[in-house]
């Protein structure tokens, strides 16, 4: 999903741009990195000839700041710039990614087939809300997965020291089966205890 912008694609593309690259299929280049996610596929429709006093190509324009995700069409090749990408350049960047899409950046490989769908501002708005959401949920399993690893390994270790007490405390003092059978009833608490906690970490963990 990608918003229309920074720069306002009627003084540099033709009106049709915009519908020839939602409708069209872009190819993942193999010359892509971090810096920048190289597309294969239509080549831009522009309305001027050149780029006036920025350039001898119509993409070129004065310098100004890039974002993030934002669609670099440098001459005629379309890049996605990544976050180790440039700050500022001079070419039109009609599109930008939006902020709860940009996850999907980091997932393309060369070869991959993308598809770009033009939002709203409310609509990128209800996306990023809903994978801050996400994120919040994942956040909190793995705190709970870490609580409930830490008691089980608490217990562990309660469960060792009652086992070595008892072996301690059975071959230096005798003592009565109701003693016997106290102890055991502990020990199988514990064990219990353990288990239970390991069976709730793996189950939320999944």
Known sequence: GVLPGPQPTYEYLKPEYLDTFTSSEYTVNFNSARTGIRLNGPVPQWVREDGGEAGLHPSNIHDNAY??????????????????????????????????????????????????????????????????????????????????????????????????????????????????RVKKISLLNTAIWCLILNCVSEYISL
């Open 67 to 180: 974002a993030i995700g934002t669609l670099d069409l440098t001459g005629d090749q379309s890049i996605l710039l990544g976050p180790d990408g440039p700050s500022l350049g001079g070419f039109v960047c009609p599109v930008t990614t939006a902020k709860g899409e940009m996850w999907k950046l980091g997932q393309l490989h060369p070869g991959d087939k993308v598809h770009f769908r033009l939002l709203d501002l409310d609509q990128a708005k209800e996306i990023r809300e809903a994978e801050e959401a996400n994120l919040r949920h994942e956040i909190k399993i793995k705190i709970s997965i870490l609580i409930i690893r830490t008691l089980f390994f608490r217990s562990l270790l309660s469960l060792t020291r009652h086992i070595r007490l008892w072996q301690r405390e059975h071959t230096t003092i005798p003592i009565t089966k109701s003693d016997c």
